[in-house]
């Protein structure tokens, strides 16, 4: 029901826009974020949207969430990436919970694959 796509590589300093694209309901209610897993590492948050956002501090001023809730779709523009962004991407959403936490979430794509070069 969401489906993450525009992971790829790209060198340090370069941008890449990920979208999610929500299928089979409506996800306008839920709050929907992106969150990431690096090799060998946990899950973490990257960033969240509802009525506002919020990002992890790694991201702030580099990344942008917003959302298209009539197209259903999600996106993430990735700025002035950096090697330590290289992860695999998740969008999710969820309806309650701490949205910086992954448990929050009840759907989740299958993720994209971030590499950023040095």
Known sequence: QLQASGGGLVQTGGSLRLSCAASGRTFSNYFMGWLRQAPGKERE???????????????????????????NIMYLQMNSLKPEDTAVYYCAAGLAGVMTSPRAYDYWGQGTLVTVSS
């Open 45 to 71: 948050f990257v960033a969240r949207i509802m009525w506002d956002t919020y990002y992890s501090h790694s991201v702030k001023g580099r990344f942008t969430i917003s959302r298209d809730n009539a197209k």
